[in-house]
T-cell receptor, first 110, second 116 residues
Framework: GEDVEQSLFLSVREGDSSVINCTYT??????LYWYKQEPGAGLQLLTY?????DMKQDQRLTVLLNKKDKHLSLRIADTQTGDSAIYFC??????????FGAGTTVTVRA | DTEVTQTPKHLVMGMTNKKSLKCEQH?????MYWYKQKAKKPPELMFV???????INESVPSRFSPECPNSSLLNLHLHALQPEDSALYLC???????????????FGDGTRLSIL
């Protein structure tokens, strides 16, 4: 079955690092994704990782994948006010379907 | 800026109206999707088109009718909607599936639909 879980809220001080965690259940998932949604906007594909990788870094973003524990995390370095948004973790179910987590609302405080 | 364009951005309609939502992408993607998203919730898949053919219908009520006129365009025709259909409707596109795994989906900014 598909069940993606993430914590609902994260508050972080501007300039600090943010870490958003996600657990998933489908061990056959080929891709795992992080999407960002700002108020009034659609989902922005932030980054994704193939299931045979442990880590992927892209500028301020670092994705870590622990396949044994089915745990995915997104680290945002030097968090800025523009990073305030809802972050969705998603796993691929098949060629077309994604299973999304409930979303983590990240609030950046000055 | 998103590479998937949706129009209109906002739509208010009565329960007896007929309207259409439109989506366009020029990334050469051959899979296109409609999702429904309620406030503070993740998107829910409604339809998937692959190579302009409907490949997935997630048991969506017939008052929603999708159409894919060509590989760049996707429409969602609306008729006799209910107040509970008020939501953000998102379009997405991706490379077509190859049978070896999911392809990243790129989303538009959505149409915010309100049913009176």
């Amino acid at each position: 079955g598909e069940d993606v879980e993430q914590s609902l809220f994260l508050s972080v001080r501007e300039g600090d690092s943010s870490v958003i965690n996600c657990t998933y259940t489908d061990s056959s998932s080929t891709y795992l994704y992080w999407y960002k949604q700002e108020p009034g906007a659609g989902l922005q594909l932030l980054t994704y990782i193939f299931s045979n990788m442990d880590m992927k870094q892209d500028q301020r973003l670092t994705v870590l994948l622990n396949k044994k524990d089915k745990h995915l995390s997104l680290r945002i370095a030097d968090t800025q006010t523009g990073d305030s948004a809802i972050y969705f973790c998603a796993e691929s179910i098949n060629d077309y379907k994604l299973s999304f987590g409930a979303g983590t609302t990240v609030t950046v405080r000055a | 800026d998103t590479e998937v364009t949706q129009t209109p951005k906002h739509l208010v309609m009565g329960m007896t109206n007929k309207k259409s939502l439109k989506c366009e992408q020029h990334m050469g993607h051959r899979a296109m999707y409609w999702y429904k998203q309620k406030a503070k919730k993740p998107p829910e898949l409604m339809f998937v088109y692959s190579y302009e053919k409907l490949s997935i219908n997630e048991s969506v009520p017939s008052r929603f009718s999708p159409e894919c006129p060509n590989s760049s365009l996707l429409n969602l025709h609306l008729h006799a909607l209910q107040p509970e259909d008020s939501a953000l409707y998102l379009c997405a596109s991706s490379q077509a599936g190859t049978g070896s795994g999911n392809q990243p989906q790129h989303f538009g900014d959505g149409t915010r639909l309100s049913i009176l």
